[in-house]
């Protein structure tokens, strides 16, 4: 690596740090949205049947820059979540949990729903990747509760 490449990368880490601590919390899934800015809506249903757990649908492709308005409805019968994360993030939010069960978060990535009710989360998608969604309520990942969101 030459020299200027060298400084140029230290440059970016620099710049990228900057950015992440500037805007709050943000992560690198993305960042809280503004009701005003919403590009699209996506419906997502909380399931349980036959022992499992899903979201429907499990796989949702995003626009890179789009602002999306979450519409979750919990049709099981118990509380669920969705949280928008990485998928170490959740791994690490997941162990967390297990550790601490009654743990309540208030976070622009995730809501809590409660039966037949809906709830909703607007984020922004800043960066192209693949992330995850997922409810993090203990043993509700096992069952199935998790997806996919690809953004490109
Ligand atoms: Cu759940």
């Known amino acids: 690596m030459s020299k200027t490449s060298a400084l140029l990368a230290f440059a970016t880490i620099a710049a990228l740090t900057g950015a992440s601590m500037a805007h709050g919390p943000s992560s690198p899934a993305g960042e809280e949205g503004h009701r005003a800015s919403v590009t699209r809506t996506v419906e997502v249903r909380m399931l349980e ?3 499992r757990m899903l979201f429907e649908p499990a796989d949702i492709t995003i626009n890179r820059g789009d602002t999306v308005r979450f519409v979750v409805k919990n049709g099981g019968a118990l509380d669920h979540e969705m949280v928008i994360d990485t998928f170490e993030g959740n791994q690490r939010h997941k162990a ?8 309540e978060h208030a976070d622009p990535n995730a809501v809590k729903v409660e039966p037949t009710k809906s709830g909703e989360i ?13 409810c993090l309520i203990p043993g509700h990942y096992q069952a199935g509760m998790h997806g996919r969101i690809t953004v490109r």
């Open 49 to 51: 049947g036959d022992g």
């Open 96 to 103: 967390a949990m297990e550790r601490n069960p009654d743990m």
């Open 122 to 134: 607007i984020w922004r998608f800043t960066n192209s990747g693949t992330f995850e969604f997922a």
